[in-house]
């Protein structure tokens, strides 16, 4: 008895053969792109933390260069700015002979710190500003607040600066 085919003149691929090389390359492909996306959200996530702390960090050096301008400070609630605190969401900033030279208060509308124009300091979003005289030197403000990371969470912000005179 013949067979019907012939082993010899056999050539290719079975479709057995072909499916699990099919299936092979896909479970590849779905694992490079599994890959792909977890690198690409770490990158943006590490790209928005560094911009947050990009802006912290010159928040931080504003506020420090106009208080180290200043001869005095004040710190007071931005409800009741003629009233002398210890904390506060407003910063008023004094000259030699005690008149204010620049405001930094807490805009809770725009959730961002404001100059005395009312203009936005820092294009960040903040929580909970607050200034407050440092317990140890009494020419020294300290500022805290807290900002967004790259996946929403808030992060508390700690500075300080000194008076120069």
Request: aromatic share 6%.
């Amino acid at each position: 008895m013949r067979p019907i085919r012939s082993e010899e003149g056999q050539r290719g691929l079975t479709l057995t053969e072909m499916m699990l090389v099919i299936m092979l390359s896909l479970v590849v492909m779905l694992g490079a792109g599994t890959i792909y996306r977890g690198v690409e959200n770490t990158f943006r996530t590490n790209t928005h933390k560094l911009v947050a702390q990009k802006e912290s960090s010159q928040l931080s050096t504003v506020i420090s260069r106009r208080v180290r301008t200043a001869s005095s400070f004040m710190i007071y609630d931005v409800t009741d700015p003629m009233t002398p605190m210890n904390a506060g969401n407003g910063l008023a900033l004094l000259d030699g002979n005690g008149i204010v030279t620049y405001r930094l208060e807490w805009d809770n509308t725009n959730q961002t710190l404001a100059d005395s124009t009312g203009a936005r300091v820092t294009a960040m979003s903040l929580q909970n500003l607050l200034f407050s005289t440092d317990p140890v030197s009494t020419r020294t403000v300290r500022f805290a607040y807290q900002t967004y990371d790259g996946v929403g969470n808030l992060v508390d912000i700690e500075s300080g600066a000194s008076l120069r005179n």
